[in-house]
T-cell receptor
Framework: AQKITQTQPGMFVQEKEAVTLDCTYD???????LFWYKQPSSGEMIFLIY??????QNATEGRYSLNFQKARKSANLVISASQLGDSAMYFC?????????????FGKGTKLTVNP | ETGVTQTPRHLVMGMTNKKSLKCEQH?????MYWYKQSAKKPLELMFV???????ENNSVPSRFSPECPNSSHLFLHLHTLQPEDSALYLC???????????????FGAGSRLTVL
């Protein structure tokens, strides 16, 4: 079963507007972490933001915020004031701790295009 | 040099060739990873090394052979590959053992492999 689901293969947003990228996850563990990474065409995965399962408040990092709804198992990424440089693939990932080892499981990604 | 460096960035090889991908991290991390990224599929975890010891082999075919001589270097030796092995191979590192907080994976820019 897929553990990370990103239902939007592609999204378009106008420059300076906000956009929400969806992510739902599936785990039975009480302790987990949620990450968002950005992958521009150059290939490198760039860490954007992290949310721990026990964190009471939604994570924010500059123009990035994570809308964490634990009961719904969703961790949507909100990018405010989009810039042309935000055009890239965005991956949601979940870290699980099982049997003393840690794994990072990724979704299929969402391709964001920012239009001028 | 800082971060995670992967070489070569691009590699084209025949099915009978033997080649290696190299990854080096300058972050003082104790864990290193190989991920495979194929088109329209989630990133697939291949191998994990923690303090030079392999802690994860995610059912990877034996034509992929990892080597971790020390905590800073990771290799992926390739031999008798198939065309379906063509993909972007991403190396990452992290500081394992921190079961709380954002234990972030830092990725390299990847090695784009084409098998003819």
């Amino acid at each position: 079963a897929q553990k990370i689901t990103q239902t939007q293969p592609g999204m378009f947003v106008q420059e300076k507007e906000a956009v929400t990228l969806d992510c739902t996850y599936d785990t039975s563990d009480p302790s987990y972490g949620l990450f968002w990474y950005k992958q521009p065409s150059s290939g490198e995965m760039i860490f954007l933001i992290y949310q721990g399962s026990y964190d009471q408040q939604n994570a924010t990092e500059g123009r990035y915020s994570l809308n964490f709804q634990k009961a719904r198992k969703s961790a949507n990424l909100v990018i405010s004031a989009s810039q042309l440089g935000d055009s890239a693939m965005y991956f949601c990932a979940m870290r699980e701790w099982k049997g003393g080892s840690e794994k990072l499981v990724f979704g299929k990604g969402t391709k964001l295009t920012v239009n001028p | 040099e800082t971060g995670v460096t992967q070489t070569p960035r691009h590699l084209v090889m025949g099915m009978t060739n033997k080649k290696s991908l190299k990854c080096e991290q300058h972050l003082g991390h104790n864990a290193m990873y190989w991920y495979k990224q194929s088109a329209k599929k989630p990133l697939e975890l291949m191998f994990v090394y923690n303090f030079k010891e392999q802690t994860e082999n995610n059912s990877v075919p034996s034509r992929f052979s990892p080597e971790c001589p020390n905590s800073s270097h990771l290799f992926l030796h390739l031999h008798t590959l198939q065309p379906e092995d063509s993909a972007l191979y991403l190396c990452a590192s992290s500081q394992e053992g921190q079961h709380s907080g954002a234990n972030v994976l830092t990725f390299g820019a990847g090695s784009r492999l084409t098998v003819l």
